[in-house]
Nanobody, 117 residues
Framework: QVQLVESGGGLVQAGGSLKLSCAAS????????MGWFREAPGKEREFVAI????????YYRDSVKGRFTISRDKAKNTVYLQMNSLKPEDTAVYYC??????????WGQGTQVTVSS
């Protein structure tokens, strides 16, 4: 059974930092990309970042470029999202996914990130 378990969310002041983790289990992720979406209240879920497992290529939505960094630890089957210079508009539930950003295969349960002004 495939599982993606996020952690690291919380409450932070604007300008602060948080690091999210997503631990994957249940299959070998060597051929799959992993990444993050987020969903703010009243808004659609939106793509945030993705990292390809084989080449480590990374892609970000424009609004987080230069502030967020996605990385992964192959040995731990874990993906991270380092979020710096957080803004109130980054407030959302952050979901880890595996597979294509256009059609993810699996989702985590989500972790809340709240940025106060």
């Amino acid at each position: 059974q495939v599982q993606l378990v996020e952690s690291g969310g919380g409450l932070v002041q604007a300008g602060g930092s948080l690091k999210l983790s997503c631990a994957a289990s249940g299959r070998t992720f060597s051929n799959y990309a992993m990444g993050w979406f987020r969903e703010a209240p009243g808004k659609e879920r939106e793509f945030v970042a993705i990292i390809t497992w084989s080449t480590d290529s990374t892609y970000y939505r424009d609004s987080v470029k230069g502030r967020f960094t996605i990385s992964r630890d192959k040995a731990k089957n874990t993906v991270y999202l380092q979020m710096n210079s957080l803004k109130p508009e980054d407030t959302a539930v952050y979901y880890c996914f595996s597979g294509l950003a256009s059609n993810p295969d699996y989702w985590g349960q989500g972790t809340q990130v709240t940025v106060s002004s």
